[in-house]
């Protein structure tokens, strides 16, 4: 019998394109909430990075000390905006390619676990996930809102998934799947395999360097990919 194998996949860029809303959200926010024009922020780079991260930026930018009750404040207008983006009608995202085929063909190995390692916040996940009816592949995961360092989260996703799963897994049976360095950067530091994948930000070129252990363009060839994942 096969070893339980625990698969972590990213959000944005691996599964899913919100095409800006989850950066609309975040100025918006910053507007709603610290009162500053969304064009006199510096640039965020959210590639790679986890909401609570972001939010500590943010907080500096403006110029305000973060207090747990005003990031909390923030945080919620943030969801809030996130939520009305992502049903707007003007709303464009997209599933990247191949990713429902994929979720569903990894359904049907039994030794195989699908969990998040995300710098979404857990909430704004659930909202994205569910807008494109997929959340119900995931049972629990590491979230934006465990640790501001994605290096972090590994150990807790695999916590997580082991309480949910109810055995424990072996780091040589998890792969970490995601589309920037920064998600092979912490799947080192789980000491698991990383599979990237090039449909965010980073094209092969770019992820290559960081020595994945498997790099893609995208998912399209889902027999090959579920191959990879479960056996
Ligand atoms: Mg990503």
Redo the contacts with the bound molecule.
């Keep these: 019998m096969s070893k339980p194998r625990l698969l972590l996949f ?5 599964l899913l394109d919100t095409r800006g809303s989850g950066l609309g959200a975040l100025l918006d926010a910053a507007e709603e909430v610290f009162g500053v024009p969304r064009d006199s922020l510096p640039p965020l780079d959210l ?2 990075a986890t909401d609570g991260g972001v939010v500590r930026k943010l907080f500096s930018d403006a110029g305000l000390p973060m207090t747990e009750e005003h990031a909390q404040r923030y945080r919620d207008s943030y969801l809030g905006h996130l939520k009305r983006r992502l049903h707007a009608d003007v709303f464009a995202g997209r599933l990247l390619p191949a990713v429902e085929e994929l979720l569903a063909a990894l359904g049907k190995h039994d030794h195989v676990h699908l969990g998040l390692l ?2 979404n916040l857990r909430i704004g996940a659930g909202y994205k996930l569910k807008r494109f009816l997929i959340d119900h592949h995931f049972i629990d995961g590491a979230f934006g809102d465990d640790a501001e360092d994605r290096n972090l989260l590994g150990p807790i996703a695999v916590e997580r998934m082991t309480k949910a799963r109810g055995h424990p897994f072996v780091v040589e049976e998890v792969i970490v799947i ?3 360095p ?2 092979i950067a912490c799947a080192r530091a789980l000491g698991a395999r990383c599979l990237g994948v090039a449909t ?1 930000a980073f094209g092969v070129h770019h992820l290559s360097p960081h020595a994945p252990w498997q790099c893609l363009v995208d998912f399209t060839e889902t027999e090959r990919v579920v191959e990879l994942l479960v056996k």
């Design positions: 990213d959000i944005d860029g691996t590639a790679g995300t710098g995601g589309d920037t920064k998600d965010g």
